[in-house]
T-cell receptor, first 112, second 111 residues
């Protein structure tokens, strides 16, 4: 089955700086890669996703890049704000394997 | 337009008991997936229901079972509860499995 590894496990950044979270996956059949943000005591919230036919996708301050050859994808948050503090999860799935396999999560703290 | 809803919010059960958790998908969605999230970990896939049938299952024992109703809502049943079943149970809905949106979860505590 799919195995997703996520790094780092914790990340502390100064407000206004950028944050980068990296994930690797094992199954070459995976072709859908969503990112979720989970604030304490709340549901995981889908913030951006990318499919394997696209190398990069942006949405305001958030961007995701995908390297299919190396089997890794990354989340980039620019101009971080205190409200970006949360746990971020990467995940992977394929068209024929509908389950999402999640990484272990990255706790992001934005220092004011 | 209501998002994904789950009930109950919290639940406390004793070892050996049985529990039923409920999920209503987002309007327009036809697929419901269930995940278990232990404290400090990522969600783990339990199973997915589509067209009232279990389409795929993760590495969970048969004590975990489910059901999907004609209106696409779903139930998760866990029998013979163990202490290790204590977790946040998340339901996610989607259209045919793609783009999963999570509900608020049910916090299950087994004592």
């Amino acid at each position: 089955g799919e195995n997703v590894e996520q790094h780092p496990s914790t990340l502390s950044v100064q407000e206004g700086d950028s944050a980068v979270i990296k994930c690797t996956y094992s199954d070459s059949a995976s072709n859908y890669f969503p990112w979720y943000k989970q604030e304490l005591g709340k549901r995981p919230q889908l913030i951006i996703d990318i499919r394997s036919n696209v190398g990069e996708k942006k949405d305001q301050r958030i961007a995701v890049t995908l390297n299919k050859t190396a089997k890794h994808f990354s989340l980039h948050i620019t101009e971080t704000q205190p409200e970006d503090s949360a746990v971020y999860f990467c995940a992977a799935s394929s068209v024929d394997d509908y389950k999402l396999s999640f990484g272990a999560g990255t706790t992001v703290t934005v220092r004011a | 337009d209501a998002g994904v809803t789950q009930s109950p919010t919290h639940l406390i059960k004793t070892r050996g008991q049985q529990v039923t958790l409920r999920c209503s998908p987002k309007s327009g969605h036809d697929t419901v997936s269930w995940y278990q999230q232990a404290l400090g970990q990522g969600p783990q896939f339990i199973f997915q229901y589509y067209e009232e049938e279990e389409r795929q299952r993760g590495n969970f024992p048969d004590r975990f079972s489910g059901h999907q109703f004609p209106n696409y809502s779903s139930e998760l049943n866990v029998n013979a509860l163990l202490l290790g079943d204590s977790a946040l149970y998340l339901c996610a809905s989607s259209l045919q499995g793609v783009g999963q949106y999570f509900g608020p979860g049910t916090r299950l505590t087994v004592t």
